[in-house]
């Protein structure tokens, strides 16, 4: 069965400080990973995914992730954030079928 | 475009009493998703459709019922609430295939005393 981990509930950054947000996955199966962003009293929306190719997958908002198949980690990061960059951050896989499986999200809070 | 469409965005209920959350997605998506989530716990899938005309349990199906009434809509009805059902409850398409993504609706924030 497919899971997935993330290692941090929640991460306090400075504004503008690097970040990386931990996601850790287990599956028999070739995998297609998401991160989503979820600000504040909305909805989820996506951040970026990785489906084949290159390792390294570009986002909006100045994010990337990297595949690291033999580590089976799928970890966020941001080379400097800003405030508007508080919100919970979710890694989710998809294996065999189309559905996601998610993890139980990380909270990136941004001091100021 | 509107995207995913959830109605009502709160909603507070008394234990036994029953409501619909309701869903429409203008994306002419095949699969649609209802979550909920509790603090700590991410996104957990109540029930789902892959297409018009059929519908799966999915990890916490206790408890609800679900409708596909058309490719655009898709409602989660809870016959008689309890204080464990307290939770943001979300509606997703997606197109269905491997690896797309998923819309989200705003939410439905469900509050039983």
């Known amino acids: 069965a497919q899971s997935v981990t993330q290692l941090d509930s929640q991460v306090p950054v400075f504004e503008e400080a690097p970040v990386e947000l931990r996601c850790n996955y287990s599956s028999s199966v070739s995998v297609y990973l998401f991160w989503y962003v979820q600000y504040p009293n909305q909805g989820l929306q996506l951040l970026l995914k990785y489906l084949s190719g290159s390792t390294l997958v570009k986002g909006i908002n100045g994010f990337e992730a990297e595949f690291n198949k033999s580590q089976t980690s799928f970890h966020l990061r941001k080379p400097s954030v800003h405030i508007s960059d508080t919100a919970e951050y979710f890694c989710a896989v998809s294996g065999s079928n189309y559905q996601l499986i998610w993890g139980a999200g990380t909270k990136l809070i941004i001091k100021p | 475009n509107a995207g995913v469409t959830q109605t009502p965005k709160f909603q507070v209920l008394k234990t036994g009493q029953s409501m619909t959350l309701q869903c429409a997605q203008d994306?002419?998506?095949?699969?649609m998703y209802w979550y909920r989530q509790d603090p700590g716990m991410g996104l957990r899938l109540i029930y789902y459709s892959a297409s018009e005309g059929t519908t799966d349990k999915g990890e916490v199906p206790n408890g609800y019922n679900v409708s596909r009434l058309n490719k655009r809509e898709f409602s989660l009805r809870l016959e008689s609430a309890a204080p464990s059902q307290t939770s943001v409850y979300f509606c997703a398409s997606s197109e269905g295939a491997i690896g797309t993504e998923a819309f989200f609706g705003q939410g439905t924030r469900l509050t039983v005393v």
């Open positions: 994306m002419n998506h095949n699969s």
